[in-house]
């Protein structure tokens, strides 16, 4: 019995193959450093402003310090969307 590969043009498949190659080759880079970009702005805007606020408060700097805390809390309240699709491709990344 003679058995036949249920694919018998298998150059199709090498051409489809690289073409995945060369585009993820060329696009990983790319999304890799917006990602990265990303993660680091969304992290720095949930964390610096409460810190910013009390080096401004010690230095006497009160009036730039309610508007680091207001700043914050309206990237709190209006930048879900934003901190949601960055940590849920961080999430992704991470399987």
């Known amino acids: 019995m003679k058995t036949t ?9 090498v051409k489809a193959l690289f073409a995945l ?3 993820m080759l060329l696009l990983t880079p ?5 990602g990265t970009l990303a993660l680091v702005l969304v992290a720095s805007l949930s964390a610096i402003p409460p810190l910013l606020a009390v080096v401004l408060v010690i230095g006497g700097h009160y009036v730039w310090a309610v508007l680091a ?3 914050w ?9 934003v901190r949601r699709f960055v ?5 992704h990344a991470s399987l």
């Open 73 to 81: 809390l309206v990237w709190l309240r209006f930048g879900g969307p």
């Open 87 to 91: 940590y849920e491709g961080f999430e």
């Open 30 to 34: 790319i999304v890799a450093v917006f």
């Open 5 to 13: 590969c249920p694919h018998p043009n298998r150059w199709a498949h």
């Open 69 to 71: 805390i207001a700043g």
């Open 21 to 23: 190659f060369w585009r």
